[in-house]
């Protein structure tokens, strides 16, 4: 178990600087930020020193070791715009998203079980055609669309709901989640649908139904478990994508989340902010990827002892 | 039958790396130092339990794995140090069959695209494509199939059938030594008749050597000239079809013998049955000494201690891998 | 969609004074509160005049500076301008303001290069260095090199802050004089601010004001319609903030600036007939909402310098493709694209509009190419010195004059070396410089003169609209927005409605 | 004196397929014996499964019974009600598997799948139902079941896993066992000590086995009688010595002859030709005539029905004097 | 139970079933409809901007906002008309062109390079498999909207700088399954027998792995189909997606959604456009998955009202 975590780790870290040192080379190729920064009629003198000062004049291999030692200290420099330390930035903006990306997945794997299951009990019947349709429909509608569309109808039009904020309480969550869930749980539920009815018809089914077990049972105890190692899957790439990409949601909530800070941050050319929060991110990708190689071992048994073993 | 070996193997050796099992070991010694001889025409019949490495021998055999020791030696080259050209030519030589029809013939091709294609990698066997549709209908004749068979998929035959297609694939190189990796074993006991039959028909014909590799005792009692009876990974008696049968000299062969059900009353009522204890020791930790011994009714503290070999042969042609080898007379007399 | 009930866990009876606070929405979060920003609008909505305050202040409606912390300011010299300095004024941290702490904060918004504020570029850029005393406690001195009429103007820019104020790195919360002061700020989400009791002048309606901040205009809108809003700024026509949206203009004005000096676009002829294919009145109605007014001009009506007599181009496609058939026929290569370059949402439906006049532009026989672009790409082509193989470019500008003068427009965008132009000739700079160098009404009319002169002779602009902007007010606040309010929002103006 | 265990008769099984309606189990009787085996022998496809599963009440939705009864213990199993039916599912009936890897949730523990039965049928405490299962597990031969109650099926080799699943079965010792290819996959060392588990459990708990196999030396020696099934069909049945040394129906003898006893290595085996007719073009009159030798004309026209005559029961116009 | 693998062993001879596409697609009715959408789309693509006609891009702002559903002023009008004036239908019709010049090259680009690196990837394990599915690893964690802003800003905005992102983010979508099927492909028999053969690893991933490979392939295709209209509309959202005047699906519910109190039609109509041909794509592929396999093309001959009970295929999702 052990081996399995310092093995993942190890195996985690190339991609990983790989990814900080992508940001950090391709953020440089947008350009200078001084222009945004600078008064418009700052003198070129003064733009020197501004580049000058943040290190954007030198050559980008010695601006990345630099970076590279100041990360190596756990420092991630200071935000252009706001003068505050990036990894503050960062950090207090991932909580946010974290909280709305968790309990999205969680409720979207929610309805995914149950509709994916209740169609799986009667493949091609009436529900399954109607849950399969929804779930794909779920799936194709834009989401910021469907925010304003929401905000319209539930803040304006029904008055029930706040329009955006984090202030009001459980209310609050409701819209986004409901926006961002969207996607997640019509492509869930597909993929719950297929694995139950896998499931549903293996020997070890039947086996559970001559000893005398009654649906639920059958459902809930034999083919649920064995369905869902390919939802853990999907779920996690789906969540990888809340993490990272939950931008157009947040800003139309005005959600402080880490997305929103990621394209504010490409946007303002505040390299030390979007480094920070790309690390941030990417970090917490590979958490979610190890956790989940670890969900699998909780749910397989045949899986554990490969990661157990491991070494 | 000629007398000189066509296929020689020697010390082969192969093991795989494996998740550590209880007692931290990660290499599974699939084989541990394998002796065979196939000569020309001969049918070697290859008996074990599931799991003692037949199918690794195979595969090893066909190339499809690279052996850790030991050495085959196939008219006296080694397959293994062949380079590209020559490599193709070798494997025209040496064809397979394999234990399942259904999993062995892509579902996604027609039988006349199965059995046509080593000659996509082969081009030169036959040019034209009419040249190789005219191949294609021989060889389904061959082995008992229609011409109309040619354009349809494998999941419309039957397992006999099936079996027949890939049969004819292993011909259409013309292959020397015919490897069955238990060809028979998926199929009914109807079908099954015909197969062999149809195997023993082409070995008339063609004069093939096969490697039949089975399980069913009564099968390669059938099918064989000689019979090779394998335990994890080892070869442990080797002899003609009808000594082996009559006269086991290794106890697990004796084991194996009695543990199979007879269809004749008079069989079964001669027969005293020895069940033996536990299953087969796993190969990630087979025991020290004779990897028998652990099952074995006559074991003592040397079978512990020390292998044995199957240096000297109990008979002529007879070998087997025992420190106590059975009474020769005695079993005779069963 | 008023009058809607409201499920909000602090409902809609807000702002009744007795304690609830002010809720304004704004478009984006202050990066920082850094007083010397103040010019960027985000940050300067929330600091000017709520937690700093000026010396003096310029009356957005009447133009006139008007005293804040200062009571009095005189020309002593030619080159030295005398303040004296408002008393008892003390700072919301308690300690009083004097002098030294104004001598400070001039010194640090217009002198200090290190810190590059914004201030110092938008204010002071084109003003030489300042020398800055205090005889005594409540007296400034500031010594210009040259005379400068308009520096009490300029020192309006400049928010007071105390002396202790770090030099060399901008501050996030400030310590200011104002009728506010910063309670909590959790980044990300809200801001807050009390009244300070210990205010000069008197204590503002709401003692407590709350930002928060959409991207979104119809989420702003929809904040203040929804109840969760008192204010909300920087709104569109089709936000819909309905009967709660108050339409006011605001001094920002749009237009396209050409590259003069590049086919086709080099030849007066071809710029005249862009600015004739544009339909100032259909994109004002249609996509404007019906905010905004065509604009003849860079300034808008109540700035310094603007020119009464100029008219907005009448659209004329007929005649815009004459002008381009004469000049075709003069061997300008009118068949050369060039690009209209804007910024997304620089204002609403800035792409509709782009594309109204590209569509418009391909009928008079020239070809153009649309790009926009985010701030960071478009400030390229904005800023001098632009990219060497930008080409033809017709550059979507808008222009706010914040400061009511049109020195600080036409030396931005005509001069030849203006940081901001892509045209001029000597000529007009010397009737710029000119202009710059008088006051009062011989200002008003030397800088009408440029404008008119510009147009006539040069066109390097194609003028769209003075903007409006809607202001998204609750029923129950009141408060009467003026050009300003974009970039000033002032909390004590803001009133319970009774 | 042997008591009826479970008595199946006219049992009909048809499928909805694609292709049509067709009969996968036709008119199938037999009767097992509490303390017997009756061996259920067929080639592959010729609804052996289907029986089992019919008996079972484990057809898919695809397939339904038609017609029929089956007899445990003075019910009806068609008849009673759902609920009933999964109340007799275990004390009443239960059933073995073939593929023992494919039977056990791979996800579950085997103690927890053991203890099961006793969970569902007797709403044991976990704890106890756990001894339960140590207990099986000690019952069927698996060494050290303490430890190895918290293991999951991958675990265990091949014949382990079908002691498991025999386990199971025997839990709440069912009346009735069907065994279906219990040792299809076991090699012939272990098929040896599952069969003669198999024998001892019998024994035991008084138990009527159906053993379903097509191989014909295991029924030989395990089963007390047999029923040979062909197309969905039995043809013939009878106690197994009578049987196999003196078979009616050419099918059956047509298998036996060609098991490769000790047929000379070289000599064809005798086989039958063709293969099993397809369910839906089974012809009118005896599915087997395509293959039989003795063919007549009646077989093209008749059906054969199952007729007992001296003591012996086959479905063949020839064997049974009809046709000559 | 075997039968549904191997269905009916088929052995009704001699008549070995040919299978005709149409037939087979007339079975599944809703299919059938799917594939007319995806015909109408298609051709709409290719003629749409000629059969638009003025209307679509040369406004007239008297007719600015115009609501749908009234043919007051003509067919083009019937939808209703955009801020500019523009007919609507017309925009939706030239939108259809671009939208799918943008989504069909991502799909086409991200599949061809995803698969193959991923087949190849899969089939000969080891080293190559670890580090393809690092670089996987490395787009996936990724934020995708930088590396838009970054090529935006290097190349101009254009169509092509969009499909390329799009394309590169995709990529480790195909690149993930097709590695993992080949993975398990490559032990299966079948594979063995024809390196029995000395066929050549290339040969063996085009000839065996590849046609297997690819149904699912398609399935994540269409489902993925839908990703990168979302995605592109989302950039619109950005502002750095398809720029006008060219106008793409996206881009029109992204800039209508301003007026979705007002002048819903604008946003609305375009986002059904990509939710219908979504679902559309949707229900083909499903098709296709079962058409195409040999195995299990029969279902499509069965009788409707037994089709039912066949265990319908696993949808597999990314
Ligand atoms: N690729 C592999 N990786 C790891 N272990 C393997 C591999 N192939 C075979 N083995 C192991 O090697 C041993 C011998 O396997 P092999 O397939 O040769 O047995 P077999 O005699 O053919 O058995 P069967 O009768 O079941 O076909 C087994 O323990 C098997 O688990
Ligand atoms: N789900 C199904 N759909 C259609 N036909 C089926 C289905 N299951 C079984 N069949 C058919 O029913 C017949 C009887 O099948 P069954 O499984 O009972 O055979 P079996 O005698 O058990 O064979 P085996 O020895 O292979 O297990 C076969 O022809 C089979 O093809
Ligand atoms: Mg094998
Ligand atoms: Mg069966």
């Known amino acids: ?311 | ?334 | 969609a008023t009058g809607c009930s409201v499920a909000n866990s602090n409902p809609g009876t807000a702002a009744t004074g007795g304690g609830t606070p002010l809720r304004v929405v704004l478009p984006q979060e202050p990066p920082t509160l850094e007083p010397c920003e103040a010019s960027l609008t985000a940050t300067g909505v929330v600091v000017r005049s709520n937690i700093t305050e000026p010396l003096l202040e310029r009356n957005p409606t009447s133009g006139a500076l008007e005293p804040k912390l200062a009571t009095e300011w005189t020309q002593t010299q030619p080159t030295l301008w005398t303040f004296k300095l408002r008393t008892g004024v003390k700072f919301s941290d308690g300690s009083d303001f004097t002098s030294e702490d104004a001598v400070a904060a001039i010194e640090r918004s217009a002198n200090n290069t290190a810190l590059a504020c914004n201030v110092q570029g938008y204010v002071f850029g084109d003003s030489g260095k300042l020398t800055l005393a205090a005889p005594d406690a409540s007296t400034v001195t500031v010594q210009t090199e040259e005379p400068d009429p308009l520096l009490p103007l300029r020192v309006s820019f400049v928010e007071m802050t105390k002396s202790d104020i770090s030099t060399t790195e901008k501050v996030r919360e400030p310590i200011g004089t104002g009728p506010y002061k910063i309670e909590t700020w959790t980044a990300g989400q809200k801001l807050t601010l009390t009244s300070w009791d210990g205010y000069w002048g008197s204590k503002p309606a709401y003692p407590k004001a709350e930002y928060q901040w959409r991207e979104e205009g119809t989420v702003r809108a929809a904040m203040v319609v929804n109840g969760e809003a008192d204010l909300a700024t920087n709104l569109g026509a089709d936000d819909g903030a309905g009967d709660t949206g108050v339409q006011f203009p605001n001094n920002e004005t749009t237009a396209l600036r050409f590259t003069t000096d590049q086919a086709p676009l080099n030849d007066i002829r071809v710029r005249q007939a862009i600015d004739m294919s544009i339909d100032r009145d259909g994109i004002i109605t249609s996509l404007f909402g019906g905010i905004g007014r065509p604009a003849s001009q860079l300034i808008g009506p109540g700035v310094v310098g603007y020119n009464e007599s100029l008219t907005p181009t009448a659209y004329d496609l007929a005649a815009a493709k004459k002008l381009v058939d004469q000049a075709r026929a003069d061997g300008v290569k009118v068949d050369t694209p060039f690009r209209i370059i804007g910024r997304t949402a620089q204002f609403p439906k800035i792409a509709e509009s782009i594309e109204l006049i590209q569509s418009a532009l391909t009928q008079i026989g020239l070809t153009a190419k649309i790009e926009m672009l985010d701030t960071s790409a478009q400030i390229k082509y904005q800023l001098q010195p632009f990219p060497e193989d930008a080409g033809p470019v017709a550059l979507m500008i808008m222009h706010g004059n914040q400061a009511g003068d049109a020195a600080f427009t036409v030396g931005q965008y005509f001069a030849t070396d203006g940081a901001q132009s892509s045209s001029g000739t000597p000529q007009l700079d010397k009737q710029i410089k000119a202009a710059g160098a008088q006051t009062g009404d011989a200002r008003q009319q030397a800088f009408a003169d440029v404008f008119a002169s510009e147009n006539t002779d040069i066109r390097g602009f194609a003028f769209l609209a003075n903007m409006g902007a809607v202001l998204g007010l609750a029923k129950n606040v009141s408060y009467t927005p003026d050009a300003a309010t974009g970039d000033e929002l002032r909390l004590a103006d803001v009133k319970p409605k009774s | ?324 | ?318």
């Open chain 5, 1 to 318: 139970m075997t039968l549904l693998e191997n269905p009916p062993e088929a052995s009704a001879p001699d008549k070995p079933v040919k299978a005709h596409w149409f037939r087979l697609l007339l079975a599944d009715p809703a299919a059938f409809v799917s594939a007319l959408i995806l015909l109408l789309v298609a051709f709409v693509a290719v003629f749409g901007t000629r059969l638009a006609g003025a209307s679509a891009t040369k406004g007239d702002l008297s007719l600015s906002r115009l609501a749908p559903f009234s043919l007051d002023h003509g067919w083009q009008y019937v939808l209703g008309g955009d801020l500019l004036g523009r007919s609507l239908l017309g925009r939706l019709m030239v939108a259809t062109q671009t939208t799918m010049s943008v989504v069909v090259p991502v799909v086409l680009i991200s599949l061809v390079i995803g698969a193959s690196a991923g087949m190849w990837a899969g089939y000969h394990r080891g080293w190559r498999e670890t580090v393809a599915m690092r670089i996987a690893d490395v787009i996936l964690s990724f934020p995708s909207l930088l590396m838009a802003v970054v090529v935006l800003y290097i190349f101009s905005p254009s169509i092509a700088s969009i499909i390329a992102i799009l394309a590169i983010t995709r990529i480790p979508v195909y690149l993930r399954t097709a590695r993992a099927e080949s993975a398990e492909l490559q032990t299966r028999l079948f594979v063995d027998a024809a390196r029995t053969f000395g066929t050549p690893s290339g040969a063996i991933i085009r000839r065996h792995i590849f046609p297997i490979v690819l149904p699912t392939l398609l399935t994540v295709a269409t489902v993925d189909f839908c990703y990168v209209m979302l995605a592109e509309s989302s950039l619109s959202f950005l502002g750095i997606g398809v720029q006008p005047p060219d106008v793409s699906w996206g881009l029109m519910v992204a800039q209508g959604r301003d007026q979705l109190r007002t002048q819903w039609w604008l946003s609305v109509l375009p986002g059904l456009a990509i939710v219908i041909t979504t679902v559309s794509a949707n229900l083909l592929a499903s098709w296709v998955r079962i058409a195409t396999d040999p195995g299990q093309r029969w279902r499509l001959t069965a009788p409707r009202r037994r089709r039912r009970a066949a265990r319908p295929t696993v949808l597999e999702t990314t």
């Open chain 2, 1 to 334: 039958m000629t007398d000189s070996p066509l296929l020689e193997v020697q010390g082969l050796s192969k093991s795989f790396h494996v998740p550590k099992g209880p007692n931290g070991n990660d290499r599974l010694r699939a084989l541990d130092g394998v002796d065979l001889t196939l000569r020309k025409g001969e049918t070697l019949g290859l008996v074990g339990e599931s799991g003692c490495g037949k199918s690794t021998l195979a595969r090893t055999l066909m190339l499809l794995e690279r052996p850790d020791q030991g050495t085959v030696r196939f008219g006296g080259v080694d397959p293994f140090a062949l380079r590209k050209s020559e490599l193709l030519r070798w494997r025209r030589r040496v064809q397979m069959v394999f234990q399942d029809p259904y999993a062995s013939l892509n579902p996604r091709l027609t039988t006349a695209q199965i059995i046509a294609e080593p000659w996509h990698t082969h081009r030169d066997l036959f040019r034209t494509s009419r040249e190789r549709a005219a191949r294609v209908r021989e060889l389904l004749d061959l082995v008992g199939l229609r011409p109309g068979d040619a354009d349809r998929y494998p999941q419309e035959f039957s397992g006999g059938q099936r079996q027949r297609i890939g049969i004819a694939r292993a011909l259409a190189l013309g292959a020397e030594v015919v490897i069955c990796d238990e060809p028979v074993s998926a199929l009914d006991l109807s079908v099954q008749a015909q197969v062999l039959n149809l195997l023993n028909e082409l070995q008339r014909a063609l004069s093939v050597s096969y490697l039949f590799i089975s399980h069913d005792l009564s099968v390669v009692r059938h099918v064989a000239d000689r019979v090779a009876v394998m335990y994890l990974g080892r070869i442990v008696e080797t002899g003609a079809t009808k000594e082996i049968f009559e006269n086991p000299r290794h106890p697990y062969t004796k084991a194996l013998l009695s543990a199979a059900p007879s269809l004749r009353r008079a069989d079964r009522e001669n027969k005293q049955k020895i069940l033996l204890k536990g299953e087969l020791p796993s190969p990630l930790d087979p025991p020290s000494g004779c990897r028998f011994r652990t099952r074995c009714w006559q074991a003592t503290d040397l079978c512990a201690e020390t292998p044995p070999t199957s240096a000297d042969p109990v008979s002529p042609g007879h070998t087997a891998e025992c420190h106590h080898p059975l009474d020769a007379r005695v079993s005779a007399a069963r």
């Open chain 1, 1 to 311: 178990m052990l081996t399995f975590l310092r093995r993942r780790t190890l195996t985690s870290l190339p991609p990983l600087l790989a990814v900080v040192l992508g940001v950090f080379v391709l953020a440089r190729l947008t350009g200078d930020p001084a222009a945004l920064y600078l008064p418009e009629n700052a003198t070129a003198q003064a733009r020197e020193q501004f580049s000058a000062a943040h290190g954007f004049d030198q050559p980008i291999w010695s601006q990345l070791i630099d970076y590279l030692a100041q990360v190596a200290r756990l420092d991630f420099g200071t935000s252009l715009r706001t003068g505050e330390p990036a990894a503050v930035m960062a950090l207090r903006a991932f909580p946010a998203t974290l909280q709305l990306a968790v309990v999205t997945m969680l409720l979207a794997c929610a309805v995914a079980t149950a509709v994916g299951c209740w169609a799986a009990l009667r493949p091609n019947g009436l529900a399954d055609r109607v849950s399969s349709l929804m779930s794909v429909t779920a799936a194709s509608v834009p989401d910021f669309w469907l925010a304003i569309l929401g905000i319209w109808v539930f803040s304006i039009m029904l008055g029930v709901l706040p329009t955006s904020g984090v202030d009001a309480g459980g209310l609050s969550w409701v819209l986004p989640i409901a926006v961002l869930m969207l996607r997640p749980a019509g492509v869930l539920t597909q993929v719950v649908r297929g694995a139950m009815i896998a499931a549903l018809g293996s020997p070890y089914v039947k086996v559970a139904r001559s000893k005398g077990a009654g649906e639920g049972r059958v459902v809930a105890r034999h083919a649920l478990k064995n369905a869902a190692p390919p939802a853990l899957t999907v779920a996690g790439d789906l969540a990888v994508g809340l993490i990272n990409g939950a931008v157009v949601v947040e800003s139309i909530f005005g959600w402080p989340g880490i997305g929103k800070l990621m394209i504010d941050s490409i946007l303002q050319r505040d390299f030390a902010v979007l480094q920070a929060a790309v690390a941030v991110t990417a970090i917490s990708i590979f958490v979610l990827n190890i956790a989940i190689d670890l969900g699998y071992a909780l749910l397989d048994s045949r899986v554990r002892q490969k990661v157990g073993a491991a070494a």
């Open chain 4, 1 to 324: 004196m042997t008591t009826i265990g479970m008595e199946v008769s006219e049992l009909t099984v048809e499928l909805t397929t694609p292709r049509g309606q067709v009969r996968a189990v036709d008119g199938v009787s037999f009767t097992a014996y509490r303390g017997r085996t009756l061996a259920l022998l067929g080639e592959s496809g010729c609804g052996k499964s289907m029986t089992a599963q019919a008996v079972a009440g484990l057809l898919e939705p695809i397939a339904s019974v038609t017609a029929g009864s089956i007899q445990v213990d003075g019910e009806d199993l068609l008849k009673v009600s759902r609920k009933r039916r999964r109340q007799l599912a275990g004390p009443a009936l239960s059933i073995v598997f073939q593929d023992a890897l494919a039977a056990l949730n791979p996800v579950l523990k085997v103690g927890t799948q053991l203890a099961e039965p006793y969970r569902i049928h007797q709403r044991m405490p976990a704890k106890q139902a756990r001894a339960k299962a140590i207990e099986l597990m000690r019952h069927v031969g698996i060494p050290e079941p303490e430890s190895r109650v918290d293991a999951y099926p991958h675990q265990f080799s091949g014949g382990m896993r079908q002691r498991l699943l025999i386990a199971m079965a025997v839990a709440l010792s069912p009346k009735v066992l069907i065994a279906d290819e219990p040792t299809t996959a076991l090699d012939v060392t272990v098929q040896a000590q599952i069969l003669a588990l198999l024998a001892r459990l019998r024994a035991e708990h008084d138990m009527a086995v159906v053993l379903i196999t097509h191989d014909l030396a295991v029924v030989a020696e395990e089963a007390d009688s047999v029923a040979v099934m062909y197309a969905g069909r039995i043809v013939e049945t009878g106690p197994v010595d009578e049987v196999f040394e003196d078979p009616r129906h050419p099918y059956t003898r047509g298998l036996l002859d060609s098991v490769p006893v000790s047929a000379e290595r070289g000599a064809d085996l005798s086989s039958i030709p063709g293969a099993p007719p397809d369910l839906f073009s089974i012809p009118p009159g005896c599915p087997y005539q395509a293959r039989c030798p003795l063919v007549r004309d009646v077989c093209r026209a008749e059906r054969p029905p199952l007729k007992t005559r001296a003591g012996r029961t086959v479905a063949c116009h020839v064997a049974d004097g009809t046709a000559r």
